[in-house]
């Protein structure tokens, strides 16, 4: 049994212009211990997937259909008070643009410790205890406890809202765009240690990121997403060597790298389309460059290519 | 070699650091942040310089500096624009100086007036140069910059607010205001980095193509090497305020020498597993260019340093035609 199993999880906001289909018909698995991508332009519904596992949607949002099946158990099933213990201490959440989520003028200590009080019953100075190793395992002085949030950088608030993440031993952290604002110097940094932590406490892990390039260094496995949906999810090998759908290859493509030649790779032409009114068939056809007369009419599974591959095009 | 537009000698700019108690109670001790530290480039026509380095290395800082945005006290150093000393220009040369210069930033959300339209926004450098000969002719240079910018068709785009855009469409915007007073050169200060990935690359392509089609020079400020390799002719690695390593692209990011250009080729992302490449990540961050440290500024992060390297600061060697890099291993 996988550690966690999505199935055909769908997700809408409602709005006054009508149903935004944020995620729509999304599944994958996650088993102990493993690393998941999760890729695709902005908008298209990775935050929304992840905040969903959570159930942290914001008041307008709502969970549609689906099961979030962690240890075989549905999440959507579960009570407020398991749904306390589940968020933090079985999955947490490390979230995009959280570098400006910290307290201005609470120390840093005092916030870690508040976090893992909210979740363990310890006290105060244990948990202020906790706090300080918590630091040091992410590579920051014990001491900082006493720093308040501005005497941090970037890239050092950045670990600290690891910390936090960690605060529970968690067997699932979800990393949303944890290194996007950052420097490639301190992203490379921040990979290196959220990896040797997952690997150390044999967590698992969803890393969200619109650049799959990066998933190398971090991911077993990544999942392409285009406008609410999965359209092709693989090991990430084969994802860089033998991406199989359009959209994988031009996203891929898309990114310029220093081994590849000095021309600028095509942008992929027109937007992602609003997720209120989907087009026909596969939502990609419109931007594709291989598209078929049937991409308008049937939209595609997601069908198995290969060992634990699967794409969603008639191509 | 193409003429050169700009030229840039022992620039240094050092910002007073304010509510420094030190300075309060000695009244002597005076700290200064050394943003830019004594930097030499120059660029040519039509060219495409990039300058790239971590936050902090002092990139925004030179940018401004060339265009003349600082306060003049913090600045020193020459810097020449067609070979005219911008520190010592006359108010009519000045002037012509501000319309020929312009800069595109990082964050259209911000660089925009949330409250005008694009109309308001392309045409206003008209207005303060005193350009436009009759509303119609306006009109029509605003028209024509647009389109230049790639927002077609352009009456679609007039009367729209920058919340009415999309982050690719305000950045273009952004550039057709550049672009009205016929600029020659473009501080262009990571135009791209706030932007989704599916639009980067048609705006690095309009740039490109304002470049071939205007010979227009560009400073180009990045944090990401990959993006002054599909770009850029020359370019310059920035840490701490210094150049520590320069020259034309191709060299200076496939051959790197200096042991902190590597490393940011290093940790480049690859599209490839984790296992088919180990590799060195640098420890910690730049230091505050309040205490820089002594002798080669990068010793203390260096994967490699000598002793001498805690004494003597290295200066820029050649190593081959026109690549430069300043490191004691060398
Ligand atoms: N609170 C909300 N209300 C209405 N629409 C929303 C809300 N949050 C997200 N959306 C919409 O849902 C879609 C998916 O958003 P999101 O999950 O944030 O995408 P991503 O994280 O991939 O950028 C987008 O179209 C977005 O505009
Ligand atoms: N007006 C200013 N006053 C004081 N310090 C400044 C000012 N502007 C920039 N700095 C400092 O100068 C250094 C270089 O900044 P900047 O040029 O913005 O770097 P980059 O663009 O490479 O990220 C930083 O340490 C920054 O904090
Ligand atoms: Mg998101
Ligand atoms: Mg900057």
């Given at each position: 049994m996988p550690l966690l199993d999505v199935q055909d999880l769908h997700v809408s906001f409602s709005m006054r212009q009508g149903m935004v289909r944020a995620v729509d018909g999304v599944s994958f698995t996650l088993e102990e211990g493993e690393s998941l991508g999760l890729v695709g332009e902005s908008g298209c519904g990775k935050t929304t997937a992840a905040l969903s596992l959570l159930r942290l949607l914001p008041p307008n949002g709502r969970i549609d259909s689906g099961k979030i099946l962690y240890q075989g158990r549905d999440v959507l099933t579960f009570t407020a008070e398991e749904l306390r213990r589940f968020r933090w201490k079985e999955i947490s959440i490390i979230f995009q643009g959280a570098m400006n989520a910290l307290n201005p003028v609470q120390r840093v200590g005092d916030q870690i410790a508040e976090a893992i009080r909210l979740h363990q019953p310890v006290s105060e100075k244990d948990a202020g205890k906790q706090a300080q190793a918590l630091l040091e395992r992410v590579e920051l002085e014990g001491r900082r406890v006493?720093?308040?949030?501005?005497?941090?950088?970037?890239?050092?608030?950045?670990?600290?809202?690891?910390?936090?993440?960690?605060?529970?031993?968690?067997?699932?952290?979800?990393?949303?765009?944890?290194?996007?604002?950052?420097?490639?110097?301190?992203?490379?940094?921040?990979?290196?240690?959220v990896e040797s932590l997952r690997k150390e406490l044999g967590m698992a892990m969803i890393l969200i990121t619109h650049d799959l390039?990066?998933?190398?260094?971090?991911?077993?496995?990544?999942?392409?997403?285009?406008?609410?949906?999965?359209?092709?999810?693989?090991?990430?090998?084969?994802?860089?060597?033998?991406?199989?759908?359009?959209?994988?290859?031009?996203?891929?493509?898309?990114?310029?790298?220093?081994?590849?030649?000095?021309?600028?790779?095509?942008?992929?032409?027109?937007?992602?389309?609003?997720?209120?009114?989907?087009?026909?068939?596969?939502?990609f056809h419109p931007r594709c460059p291989e598209v078929m007369a049937i991409c308008s009419r049937e939209q595609p599974l997601l069908l198995e290519r290969g060992p634990r591959h699967s794409v969603a095009c008639h191509g | 070699m193409a003429p050169e537009i700009l030229r840039v000698e022992e620039?240094?700019?050092?910002?007073?650091?304010?509510?420094?108690?030190?300075?309060?109670?000695?009244?002597?001790?005076?700290?200064?942040?050394?943003?830019?530290?004594?930097?030499?480039?120059?660029?040519?026509?039509?060219?495409?310089?990039?300058?790239?380095?971590?936050?902090?290395?002092?990139?925004?800082?030179?940018?401004?500096?060339?265009?003349?945005?600082?306060?003049?006290?913090?600045?020193?150093?020459?810097?020449?624009?067609?070979?005219?000393?911008?520190?010592?220009?006359?108010?009519?040369?000045?002037?012509?100086?501000?319309?020929?210069?312009?800069?595109?930033?990082?964050?259209?959300?911000?660089?925009?007036?949330?409250?005008?339209?694009?109309?308001?926004?392309?045409?206003?450098?008209?207005?303060?140069?005193?350009?436009?000969?009759?509303?119609?002719?306006?009109?029509?240079?605003?028209?024509?910059?647009?389109?230049?910018?790639?927002?077609?068709?352009?009456?679609?785009?007039?009367?729209?607010?920058?919340?009415?855009?999309?982050?690719?469409?305000?950045?273009?915007?952004?550039?057709?205001?550049?672009?009205?007073?016929?600029?020659?050169?473009?501080?262009?200060?990571?135009?791209?980095?706030?932007?989704?990935?599916s639009v980067r690359a048609d705006i690095l392509k309009l740039m490109v193509s304002l470049r071939d089609r205007y010979r227009i020079s560009y400073l180009f400020i990045t944090h990401d090497l990959a993006l002054a390799w599909v770009l850029a002719d020359h370019a310059a690695i920035m840490y701490l305020g210094k150049i520590v390593e320069v020259g034309p692209a191709e060299a200076v990011i496939q051959k790197p020498r200096h042991p902190y250009s590597q490393a940011l080729v290093e940790v480049m992302p690859r599209s490839e597993p984790r296992a088919a490449r180990p590799r060195v990540i640098l420890r910690g961050e730049a230091p505050n260019p309040v205490q820089i440290p002594s002798g080669c500024r990068f010793h203390p992060r260096c994967p490699i340093p000598l002793p001498r390297c805690k004494e003597d600061e290295p200066a820029l060697e050649e190593l081959e035609s026109g690549h430069r890099a300043a490191c004691w291993r060398l």
């Open positions: 006493n720093d308040y949030p501005h005497e941090f950088s970037g890239g050092q608030r950045q670990r600290v809202m690891i910390a936090m993440a960690l605060a529970c031993r968690p067997r699932i952290v979800i990393g949303d765009e944890p290194t996007t604002a950052l420097d490639v110097m301190v992203q490379a940094q921040i990979f290196e240690l390039s990066v998933l190398g260094d971090t991911c077993d496995r990544a999942a392409v997403m285009y406008a609410g949906q999965i359209v092709e999810i693989g090991p990430i090998e084969t994802l860089f060597q033998t991406p199989c759908h359009p959209y994988a290859r031009c996203l891929l493509r898309s990114f310029p790298r220093l081994q590849g030649s000095r021309s600028m790779a095509d942008s992929i032409p027109g937007t992602p389309p609003n997720l209120i009114e989907v087009p026909p068939g596969c939502r | 620039l240094k700019v050092h910002f007073p650091l304010r509510s420094s108690f030190l300075q309060g109670k000695s009244g002597a001790v005076k700290k200064v942040v050394r943003a830019v530290d004594g930097i030499s480039f120059s660029i040519g026509e039509g060219e495409v310089f990039a300058l790239v380095g971590e936050s902090g290395c002092g990139k925004t800082t030179t940018g401004k500096a060339v265009l003349d945005l600082l306060e003049p006290d913090c600045v020193s150093g020459k810097i020449e624009f067609f070979g005219q000393d911008l520190l010592r220009m006359k108010a009519t040369e000045m002037k012509q100086f501000r319309r020929r210069a312009q800069m595109i930033f990082q964050d259209p959300y911000q660089s925009l007036n949330p409250r005008e339209t694009v109309y308001d926004i392309v045409s206003e450098p008209l207005a303060i140069h005193r350009l436009a000969k009759s509303e119609a002719d306006r009109r029509e240079r605003v028209a024509a910059s647009l389109e230049n910018a790639g927002l077609k068709p352009t009456e679609d785009y007039l009367d729209r607010y920058p919340h009415e855009l999309s982050g690719g469409q305000r950045q273009r915007v952004a550039i057709a205001a550049a672009l009205i007073l016929e600029p020659l050169f473009l501080v262009a200060d990571e135009p791209v980095s706030m932007l989704d990935v």
